[in-house]
Nanobody
Framework: QVRLVESGGGLVQAGGSLRLSCVSS????????MGWFRQAPGKEREFVAA????????IAADSVKDRFTIFRDNAKDTVYLQMNSLKPEDTATYFC??????????????????WGQGTHVTVSS
């Protein structure tokens, strides 16, 4: 059974930092691209960042690319999202996702086949 479990969300003041973690089980983590998405109340789920199977390539949304960093530890089956200089508009539930295909890297929701339950981030002004 595939499981993706996010953690690290919480309440932080604007300008602060958080690190999200996503631990996977039940899949071959080391060959899968991984991604982070977020969804604010009343809005569609949006792409945040993704990383290739070996960490050699990363992509990020323009709104976060100078502030957020995605990285992974294949030995721990874990992907991370380091979020710095947080803004109130970053408030959302953040979801971890695993690619549908081995060695693939995408940024559309259809590119990912397994999803976590999400961790909530609130940034106060």
């Amino acid at each position: 059974q595939v499981r993706l479990v996010e953690s690290g969300g919480g309440l932080v003041q604007a300008g602060g930092s958080l690190r999200l973690s996503c631990v996977s089980s039940g899949l071959t983590f080391s060959v899968l691209g991984m991604g982070w998405f977020r969804q604010a109340p009343g809005k569609e789920r949006e792409f945040v960042a993704a990383i290739s199977w070996n960490g050699g390539s990363t992509i990020a949304a323009d709104s976060v690319k100078d502030r957020f960093t995605i990285f992974r530890d294949n030995a721990k089956d874990t992907v991370y999202l380091q979020m710095n200089s947080l803004k109130p508009e970053d408030t959302a539930t953040y979801f971890c996702a695993a690619s549908r295909k081995n060695f693939a890297l995408g940024k559309g929701t259809d590119d990912f086949g397994s999803w976590g339950q999400g961790t909530h981030v609130t940034v106060s002004s």
